[in-house]
């Protein structure tokens, strides 16, 4: 389980998972390559480990070389005799050439090998999961189940997922630094990776391609769940929901499809159906607001509705300028939504 | 040869000075290659400082997580202003100010092959950086897309401002003028050498900026083009790189990595060759395999221009397409590995006297192997899939360029301050600067290695509060005060040396090449006489007449 907290000089705290253990030294804690936990990180981080090694000896040897020299060949004070000649070696130049060389074509081969391990070939099969990169979003498509979600990935825990993702904007990549290898995402280019995490936990990763003003808040978060439970996260999110007509749930409802939401977002079950930003048919599920600025609390919902810039700077979201009243009737439409 | 002739007369003339005719527009006017030299160095000092500060403040941003310091829109424009400026504005053309400062008197010319055309890049050098800096005071600000521009980012409707204008614009020009030095500098060094300095002869450095400066003439104009086509696309509402209207961004990537990776190469050859000049005479012998660092030096030259695609193994160019860059890329470590031996092989054995100057070459081979190596290490497809884009590259390519190719800039400026002004750099202070900055430099950025494994992604005003990270970038500042402290001993160390330190004479250091057999600083024209050359190490030859590098030679 992965766990951070997010403070802010705006006076906001965003907890995730908050983990009592977190002041210990762990490998889980370290994360990333310290924590490979899907069989492809596993290659690739056993790679890195062998070649830093071999790293870590080589740097040993020179600066032990340099070190002796300091000691061993440092002027010594009026001493200003010229020492022996020396133009070089040609038996000695050949040496130290090969010797590299055949570092070299070790490394070339375990490369080829993992490369293989990690990006197998696909063949014909029809991806599990489309991702869509937004600025500054995670847009998540199930094609088989139809569900549609953004910035929280579902995944049964062991099993191979292939991943399409594309852009719609610009370049972002994708990366969770647990579970395997970064991709990009190119406008025009898609590319196919497979997800897997080898058991059920939260893994955080981010946009690891510059996209820009807020390419520090696109944050993804992917739940590996067992397959019971992944299924039935499937049918709720397949749901849909009814639209509340009564009271201040009611209300917002109203305001969502009269007020300029709909221009952008997706609600089934009503005519809002826009896909500039993420589809809020069940918001209330997930755990953050912003792709991982605020946690998502009703509290933090009503704080982002009054003024997401406040949060996100350059997010395409405006300020609204809703009365007070118009949030708490947004924010409980959209939580009612989840409650069917 | 016992009875110790004289080979050159003893020069009694007073060699005209500079300080005859120093006006401020002796030196506008100038195409003297010494005043030209000096000028590039003065002004990349100018930025060294303005990029240090653009440094400065993206570290004290990140000293904790969800520091509001600076909004993101100022965080994107100092990351790309700090990149932009410390290799277009800072190492690339110090290293070409040295070497046009330099060639000619090494090779025992009197100027550059085109005296008016080595102006002409400084001009546009100095412009380009100017009409770059200037986006800061327009109304848009200054770019914000990476020193890389990605597009389509780079280009509408994603950047309606014109601070990436303002970018292409700049390097555009200055560009121009780094061909033209290119250019330039090949002639003078095929072409101007005095009687006898073969090409088997020439300083390392000479070897190391004739290869550089083929690369500046052979991929700069691949980005000149690419900026080109770029501005059609922001100006004239051209499609070159905008896939929503059948253009290509993975084209802009190919591009301007065709000329990025060789211009990692033009940052740090000419750094080897300032640390193949200083370490031979800091230990009191000739270098180790002279042939063997000079053929390396071609070997990273060719290599260098098929290697661009390691910038883009995330892409997903396909595993045959990268598994052949990753091995080209691969190849690369092992003429840099001859070299690194044979500076190790120079100092064993020696006299070695730890004068400043080889402070800075000796640190400078073991943080340049460290950024080596985990070059090679990166080089493999699936280890860049784990760390590209992460504090690790952030790490990797610092300890390159400023523990590579920076080293070997305060190497040389120590080594070579009392040949461009006549007074030596003070020693005391020059230890001050070497050590600030070897603790300043490896605590800012050798943590960072860990931060990018443990999945800290690049270019991001702020970061969660994963553990660790929060105390782990807050050393890393701390690293990063230490070296900006480091860099005001420096430049205090140098305005009180031009006013107080110590005359240096012709050649303080007993050094052997011909640019320390004339006065310091040098006269006009260079030199009154250029001693005759019959080995590498003309002034070795003039000292020892008993025992010369090459003892067959013939006069010539």
Redesign the interface.
């Known amino acids: 389980m ?9 006076g906001f705290e965003l907890t995730i998972d908050l983990n009592p253990s ?2 210990q ?1 762990t490998m889980e ?6 924590n490979p936990s899907s069989p492809e990180m596993e ?3 056993g ?2 480990y062998y ?2 090694a071999i ?1 870590v000896v ?2 040993g040897i ?2 032990i ?2 070190a002796y ?2 000691i061993r ?4 004070p009026g ?1 200003d ?9 040609i038996k ?2 050949i040496v ?2 090969a010797i ?2 055949a570092m ?1 074509a070790v ?2 081969l ?3 090998s ?3 391990t ?2 197998p070939p696909a063949g014909d099969r029809e991806p599990d999961l489309v991702i869509i990169g937004h ?1 500054w979003w995670w847009e998540i498509r199930y094609p088989s189940s139809g569900v549609s979600t953004s910035n929280e990935i579902h995944i049964p825990a062991g099993e191979k997922m292939l991943v399409r993702l594309e852009s719609i ?3 972002h ?1 994708f ?1 969770v ?2 579970l ?5 995402l ?4 898609p ?2 990776i497979w997800l897997v995490a080898g058991k059920p936990g939260v893994y ?14 696109m ?1 993804i978060r992917v739940v590996a769940e067992p397959e019971d439970e992944f299924n039935k996260w499937q049918d709720e999110q397949l749901a849909i929901p009814r639209t509340p007509t009564e009271g201040i749930a009611g209300e917002g409802a109203k305001l969502f499809q009269t007020m300029a939401c709909m221009n952008c977002h997706t609600i089934r079950g009503t005519a809002a159906a826009a896909r500039v930003g993420p589809d809020l048919t069940h918001l209330a599920d997930r755990a953050t607001i912003g792709a ?1 600025v605020l946690t998502n609390t009703p509290e933090n919902l009503a704080k982002w509705l009054a003024n997401p810039q406040r949060y996100k ?2 997010a395409f979201m405006p300020n609204m300028k809703l009365s007070d009243s118009e949030v708490k009737s947004i924010v409980a439409y959209l939580e009612a939504l989840d409650e069917q | 040869m016992s009875s110790r002739i004289p080979l050159v007369p003893e020069n009694t003339v007073p060699l005209p000075s500079l300080k005859a005719n120093n006006g401020l527009l002796s030196w506008v006017s100038s195409v003297d290659h010494k005043q030209i030299g000096i000028m590039y160095l003065i002004i990349t000092l100018i930025y060294f400082l303005l990029g240090g500060v653009e440094a400065l403040l993206i570290r004290v941003q990140l000293a904790h ?4 310091f600076l ?3 100022l965080y ?1 424009q100092l990351f790309t202003m700090h990149g932009t400026t410390m290799i277009f504005f800072v190492v690339m053309p110090f290293l070409i100010g040295v070497g046009v400062y330099l060639l000619p008197l090494m090779i025992g010319a009197r100027d550059m092959a085109f005296p008016r055309l080595n102006a002409l890049s400084f001009w546009l050098f100095f412009f380009g950086g100017i009409l770059l800096y200037y986006s800061f005071f327009t109304q848009s600000g200054a770019p ?3 020193w890389f521009a ?1 597009a ?2 780079s280009e509408k409707p ?1 950047s309606l401002n014109k601070g990436p204008t303002y970018w292409a614009l700049g390097l555009l020009a200055s560009g121009i003028g780094s061909v033209a030095s290119g250019l330039n500098n090949v002639v003078t060094i095929l072409t101007m050498r005095t009687p006898g300095m073969t090409m088997r002869r020439i300083p390392l450095f000479v070897w190391m900026m004739l290869v550089t400066s083929l690369l500046l003439v052979f991929v700069i104009p691949i980005i000149t083009a690419a900026f080109a086509m770029m501005l059609l696309d922001s100006i004239l509402g051209a499609t070159f790189f905008t ?2 209207h059948g253009g ?3 084209l802009w990537q190919h591009f301007f990595w065709g000329f990025g990776h060789p211009e990692v190469y033009i940052l740090i050859l000419p750094a080897f060759g300032i640390i193949s000049e200083v370490i031979p005479v800091f ?4 270098i ?5 660092v000079a053929a390396s030096t071609v070997a990273i030259g060719l290599l260098s221009l098929g290697v661009w695609a390691h910038h883009m193994f ?3 160019l396909g ?1 045959v397409t ?2 052949f860059f ?2 080209a890329s ?2 690369i ?2 003429p840099t ?2 070299k ?3 500076w ?2 120079t ?8 004068a400043t100057p080889m402070l800075f070459g ?1 640190a400078f ?2 943080e340049f ?2 950024g080596g ?2 070059g ?2 990166i080089a ?4 860049d ?6 504090y690790f590259i952030v790490a990797h390519f610092h300890y390159a360029i400023f523990g590579g190719s920076v080293f070997a800039i305060f190497a040389g400026v120590y080594y070579w301050f009392p040949k461009f002004t006549g007074r030596m750099l003070s020693e005391t202070l020059g230890k001050w600067h070497f050590w600030l900055t070897v603790i300043g430099f490896n605590m800012t950025f050798f943590i960072q290695h860990f931060l990018g ?3 800290m ?12 990270w929060g105390p782990m970038n807050l050393i890393s500042t701390i690293g990063a005060m230490i070296l900006g402290l480091s860099v005001i001993v420096f430049v205090w160390n140098i305005l009180v040396s031009l006013r107080h330190g110590k005359p240096a004479g012709d050649n303080p250091w007993n050094a052997w090449t011909l640019e320390w057999a004339t006065t310091s600083p040098p006269a006009v024209e260079n030199f009154e006489l250029v001693p005759p050359v019959r080995g590498r190490r003309p002034l070795w030859d003039l000292a ?1 007449p008993d ?1 010369p ?1 090459e003892p067959d030679a013939k006069i010539v």
């Open positions: 992965k766990h951070a907290s997010h403070y802010n000089d705006l977190l002041r030294i804690n370290l994360g990333g390559l310290f290659a690739m981080a790679l890195t070649t830093i790293t080589i740097l020179i600066v070389a340099v020299i300091i060949y440092r002027k010594k001493d005799s010229e020492p022996y000649q020396d133009f070089g070696n000695l130049e130290w050439t590299p060389i070299v490394l070339f375990l490369t080829c993992t490369m293989k990690v990006d600025q904007d610009v370049i990549d990366w630094p647990e395997g290898r970064k991709i990009d190119v406008p025009g280019h590319n196919y955080l990763g981010a946009c690891a391609e510059f996209c820009g003003e807020q390419h520090a808040n944050r991982g700077q350059g | 997580p969800g520091n509001d909004t993101p829109e994107n914000d897309v990476g990605y389509p980012l994603f896939p929503a290509s961004a993975i230990s009191r012998k000739p180790y395999g002279y042939e063997f995330a892409v997903g595993n990268n598994a990753s091995l691969m190849l470590a092992i590995g001859v690194v031996l044979n190790v092989a100092m064993w054995g020696g006299r070695i006297n730890f000796t081979i073991i192997v460290i190596l985990t090679v290490a493999s497809v699936p280890i899939w784990v760390v590209t884009d992460s494994v443990m999945g992604p690049r270019r991001t005003y702020t970061y969660y509060d994963m553990p660790y020892h025992m590098d």
